[in-house]
């Protein structure tokens, strides 16, 4: 039986192939805020869990199962196709949810005459994965316009995910200004 598994990939001990990881953690938190409060201790906003998060080394030596090229090649392949999926410690899934490879990174490698890797450390990061996200805007974008005497005035372009809040709501300043300079004008037009 494996020690664990994840993908095709399979970590297990025998009497001709060691294939085992070293220093696996695992850690979770929840997303909170301080909202301040007058003279008092501020009040804790919990917004939710944050994506937990795994990683472990393996350590690779060459022998007669291992390749340690052809191990790291494998594993930076399973983290560019981005597909998620269990990991499983023994006969049970580490967790609720899927993993993504995030990141992998190779150390101390030893290399032989002939370029061949003999041996290196593996790290893998992962990241809890519980469900596909989209492609936002996260923050406003800049654009400029014209006015009919060529000024250019500057224009906040909100993001998709905008909530229309009272108390989000802006001031225009120059609202006063705008109104006086209208009623002017028109009493010009006018004669007046």
């Known amino acids: 039986m494996p020690i664990a598994t994840f993908h ?22 929840l997303d909170t805020e301080s909202q301040e409060k007058l003279k008092s201790k501020p009040s804790t906003y919990i917004k939710g869990q944050t ?8 350590p690779l030596i060459a022998g007669q199962y291992i390749d340690v090229r052809s191990q790291i090649e494998q594993w930076e392949e399973i983290r560019d196709k981005a597909v998620p999926d269990f990991f499983i410690l023994g006969e049970k899934p ?19 005459g002939k370029g061949n890797i003999l041996r290196a450390k593996l790290k893998l990061d992962f990241e809890e994965y ?5 492609a936002q805007a996260s923050k406003s974008k800049q654009k400029t316009a014209k006015t009919k005497d060529n000024t250019k005035v500057s224009l906040d372009i ?8 009272p108390e989000a709501k802006r001031t225009n300043v120059n609202a006063s200004t705008a109104r006086r300079s209208t009623v002017e004008s028109k009493l010009n037009s006018m004669g007046v």
């Open 130 to 134: 519980v469900r596909a996200g989209s």
């Open 8 to 29: 095709k990939k399979s970590f297990s001990v025998s009497a001709s192939k060691v294939y085992t990881f070293t220093g696996l953690e695992w850690s979770g938190a």
């Open 94 to 112: 580490l967790g609720k949810y899927k993993w993504l490879l995030k990141s992998v990174s190779v150390s101390n490698p030893q290399i032989d």
């Open 158 to 165: 909100l993001p998709a995910s905008y909530i229309d809040k």
């Open 51 to 58: 994506l937990g998060t795994m990683g472990f080394e393996v």
